[in-house]
Every structure is written in structure tokens, then in C-alpha cells.
């Protein structure tokens, strides 16, 4: 079982940045990588970023060059560092945690909001 709690979303202008959290919880242990994925309104979830237990980084082509995500192992925390945002980067962002295979999951945080002014 494993629980997520994310924080860091806010208003921030074009150009500017945001840094959220995602904290985990419980059977940490079993998951095999954590990220972040983001939905704005009309349109399909989508993958932003992702790192797995090994430290292997994925990101969304949008967010390539921008967005940065890394993990505080002792903490069970990963971060996502969102540089020069843009209005298209306004969405509600989701922690997500994955266990593969047979006995594979998902988890997901509550959701936080980032909006981007211009």
C-alpha cells in the first residue's frame, strides 16, 4: 500500500518557474518508478516526467529542456523542477508511483494545480 502527497503548484507567470513535491508512503519498497503526469481541461492525461528506482529519466517531448525531475531516496520524495513555464503548461499535475508486472499498479496523488499566466 502506498500513499502520495504532492504540494508546490501555484499561479506563476510565462517564463517563470515552480518546483513540486510528491512525498510517498507505505510499501515504497515495491515500486519500480515515480513521476509526474499532468491533464488540462479537454485534453488527455499525459506523461510530463518520470524516474525510475535506478535513476533512469523519462520525460514528454513538451517538457524536454525545461522540466527536470529527480528523487531524495532517504526523503521518498521526487521533485519536479518546472523552469520558463508556459500558458500550454497549465494543468492540474498528478504524482503517479508504478509497480510492473503480474502484480503491477498505479497510485496517484491528489492532483495540484499549476496556472500560468501571460
Known amino acids: 500500500q502506498v500513499q502520495l502527497v504532492e504540494s508546490g503548484g501555484g499561479l506563476v507567470q510565462a517564463g517563470g518557474s515552480l518546483r513540486l513535491s510528491c512525498t510517498a508512503s507505505g510499501s515504497v519498497f515495491s515500486l519500480n518508478a515515480m513521476g509526474w503526469y499532468r491533464q488540462a481541461p479537454g485534453k488527455l492525461r499525459e506523461l510530463v516526467a518520470q524516474?525510475?528506482?535506478?535513476?533512469?529519466?523519462n520525460y514528454g517531448d513538451s517538457v524536454k529542456g525545461r522540466f527536470t525531475i529527480s528523487k531524495d531516496t532517504i526523503k521518498n520524495t521526487v521533485y519536479l523542477q518546472m523552469n520558463n513555464l508556459k500558458p500550454e503548461d497549465a494543468a492540474v499535475y498528478y504524482c503517479n508511483a508504478k509497480r510492473l508486472g503480474i502484480l503491477g499498479y498505479d497510485v496517484w496523488g491528489q492532483g495540484t494545480q499549476v496556472i500560468v499566466s501571460s
Open positions: 524516474i525510475t528506482s535506478g535513476g533512469m529519466t
